[in-house]
T-cell receptor, first 113, second 112 residues
Framework: GQQVMQIPQYQHVQEGEDFTTYCNSSTTLSNIQWYKQRPGGHPVFLIQLVKSGEVKKQKRLTFQFGEAKKNSSLHITATQTTDVGTYFCAGPSYGGSQGNLIFGKGTKLSVKP | NAGVTQTPKFQVLKTGQSMTLQCAQDMNHEYMSWYRQDPGMGLRLIHYSVGAGITDQGEVPNGYNVSRSTTEDFPLRLLSAAPSQTSVYFC???????????FGPGTRLTVL
């Protein structure tokens, strides 16, 4: 069945270091979304990428959608303690409703001050 | 707007008990969904609804029932709770114009 995989599962960094999480889909995606979940919180939408090869930036966060629209990455430059949390990618789930998403298992980021 | 609200925030049940997790949204979204989140498993879709009166099963529907009598409300029912249903439950609604999903604060359920 359709799968969305994320690596790494965990990442521990020193404050100021960079961080990257990778997302790979078993199928071509029409779009990919990224969410952040703070410890004890709920997932919050960060961004959606639609175009092949698209790159979008939000301050220190850079999101990229692969040329084949099967992979994506999130890069954080110079991490801060406020970046702590779990980052999920999600793509449309095929076979069900158009609104359904299939989520990766997430990358949990911890930042040591 | 309150967005997506969920009650209760925490719940402890005994095996075999029933309960309803409440979810409401005030954004007039047609699409709503329920997920469960378990350590290392990410978010898994339980049930979803594309509008009032229309519901369907997601990836892990067994043991759960839903109904959608209004656009605003989408309750999740556990008819006979089992320890395997210990999890964090999130309700979400989706914007028709942007595909963005908005999550509620979650219900942390423990079944003993």
């Amino acid at each position: 069945g359709q799968q969305v995989m994320q690596i790494p599962q965990y990442q521990h960094v020193q404050e100021g270091e960079d961080f990257t999480t990778y997302c790979n889909s078993s199928t071509t995606l029409s779009n990919i979304q990224w969410y952040k979940q703070r410890p004890g919180g709920h997932p919050v939408f960060l961004i959606q990428l639609v175009k092949s090869g698209e790159v979008k930036k939000q301050k220190r966060l850079t999101f990229q959608f692969g040329e084949a629209k099967k992979n994506s990455s999130l890069h954080i430059t110079a991490t801060q303690t406020t970046d702590v949390g779990t980052y999920f990618c999600a793509g449309p789930s095929y076979g069900g409703s158009q609104g359904n998403l299939i989520f990766g298992k997430g990358t949990k980021l911890s930042v040591k001050p | 707007n309150a967005g997506v609200t969920q009650t209760p925030k925490f719940q402890v049940l005994k095996t075999g008990q029933s309960m309803t997790l409440q979810c409401a949204q005030d954004m007039n979204h047609e699409y709503m969904s329920w997920y469960r989140q378990d350590p290392g498993m990410g978010l898994r879709l339980i049930h979803y609804s594309v509008g009032a009166g229309i519901t369907d099963q997601g990836e892990v529907p067994n043991g759960y029932n839903v109904s959608r009598s209004t656009t605003e409300d989408f309750p999740l029912r556990l008819l006979s709770a089992a320890p395997s249903q210990t999890s964090v439950y999130f309700c979400a609604s989706r914007s028709d114009s942007t595909d963005t999903q908005y999550f509620g604060p979650g219900t942390r359920l423990t079944v003993l």
